[in-house]
Every structure is written in structure tokens, then in C-alpha cells.
């Protein structure tokens, strides 16, 4: 499905998503990874049931997002409560679903120019 709003020229945007890859611009993503603006952590090395790991929180910690999204694949899937308790403790808000919404919702807070960082699990 193609996702791309027509003004690039803000930063990174997701152009394509389908349930194998993902496209970023012109960079094609087959294993998660994280994204917000001006830069992409790939690869984003994470377990089964741990996607709130160091490096989650260390890319929030550096860009100071607005928002916080995690895609979980092609269903929604919630984190620990004690992950959601520790972004909580940061009072980092983080918004769970499937990553096609996910990539969907990436586009849109970033067309508005607010700060979005977004975990993706392909």
C-alpha cells in the first residue's frame, strides 16, 4: 500500500508499507527499525516480548519526541505493564498498534511537524 504524502521535503516519510517491508523514502526495511525525522536505527535488534529495550529508550531520550509509536506487525500487541510503566515514569506517551497504522499515523504527525519517533516490527 502506498502511504506518501506529496511534500517530501521535511524529513523522512514512509512511501510504502506492505506486511514483508517497509519503504523509507527510497531505503527498503525488511527487519524492524526505528525512525523519526532525520534518522533510522537499523538494525533494531529486539526479543518476542521485550520492544521496549535500551536502544528504544535511548533513541526517545536523544530526540525528545512528541509522540512515541510502536508498530507490533500485523496485530496490536501491548508491552509489559513494567515497560509502560518505566516510559511512564519518563512521561513518555506511547501510542500501540499494528505497524500499518503505525506508518499511516508516522506520516500524518510528521506532515503536521510535530516530533514523531516510531519502533517498527515488520
Known sequence: MRIHPDDLSSGYFIK????????????????????????????????PDNFINEVFISAIKKHKPHVVLLGTGRRQIFPEHSKLRQLAEMQVSLEVMDTGSACRTFNIIQAEGRKVLAGLII
Open 16 to 47: 510504502q508499507y506492505d506486511h514483508s517491508q517497509i519503504t523509507v523514502v527510497d531505503k527498503v526495511f525488511t527487519a524492524p527499525f526505528i525512525l523519526d525525522a532525520s534518522s533510522i536505527i537499523s538494525p533494531w535488534h529486539i526479543e
